[in-house]
């Protein structure tokens, strides 16, 4: 069964944590995506991978940090220095880059 | 900077009616434009595509239009049903600083029964 899954679906935290969103795909997809969505607003990107261990900063970038280490795996971490992190956060996986690109279920995270 | 933008950001229409949403991008060598449907709580999925080569594209109740001299697209929705509800984002390649695609900023589409 063919996918890709994020979790936990919800996710609490205290200000001042570091916390890693966990994006794991089975469709041997090159490309991997993070994006972020606020309540009534689009989605912004914030990292993309488009091959194992190298990635790049999409709009957002600041007070996050992802790694590439496996094709399968991209987690992103929100760190303590991302001003207002709680949100909704999605991972896509794409054939490449310019392809198709299929969302995970999303993490939402709530920081207080 | 290159683009896309999306109108209208929300939408009611009466069950039945049809629905058109709207977008029009920047980067004149875009040659893709993905809709994608995100249902409350869910990650949005892929509804129906276009590419340049082709001016409309039709998939049942949901259609897609392409004017690349006038670089926009819409979708439209016809007979509309309560399922139709969701957000629906357009989105178009991106060449001129990066390969990639980029995301409109939503419609929230509601249909009253």
């Known amino acids: 069964d063919g996918g890709i899954t994020q979790s936990p679906k919800y996710l609490f935290r205290k200000e001042g944590q570091n916390v890693t969103l966990s994006c794991e795909q089975n469709l041997n997809h090159d490309a991997m995506y993070w994006y972020r969505q606020d309540p009534g607003q689009g989605l912004r990107l914030i990292y993309y991978s488009q091959i194992v261990n190298d990635f790049q900063k999409g709009d957002i970038a600041e007070g996050y940090s992802v790694s590439r280490e496996k094709k399968e795996s991209f987690p992103l971490t929100v760190t303590s220095a991302q001003k207002n992190p709680t949100a909704f956060y999605l991972c896509?996986?794409?054939?490449?880059?310019?392809?198709?690109?299929?969302f995970g279920p999303g993490t939402r995270l709530t920081v207080t | 900077g290159e683009n896309v933008e999306q109108h209208p950001s929300t939408l009611s229409v009466q069950e039945g009616d049809s629905a058109v949403i709207k977008c029009t991008y920047s980067d004149s060598a875009s040659n893709y434009f993905p809709w994608y449907k995100q249902e409350l709580g869910k990650g949005p999925q892929l509804i129906i595509d276009?590419?340049?080569?082709?001016g409309e594209k039709k998939d049942q109740r949901i259609a897609v239009t392409l004017n690349k001299t006038a670089k926009h697209f819409s979708l439209h929705i016809t007979e509309t049903q309560p399922e139709d509800s969701a957000v629906y984002f357009c989105?178009?390649?991106?060449?001129?600083?990066?390969?990639?695609?980029?995301f409109g900023s939503g419609t929230r589409l509601s249909i009253r029964p």
């Open positions: 989105a178009a390649t991106l060449y001129s600083s990066a390969s990639k695609i980029i």
């Open positions: 276009i590419r340049s080569n082709v």
């Open positions: 896509a996986s794409s054939i490449d880059p310019l392809g198709e690109q299929y």
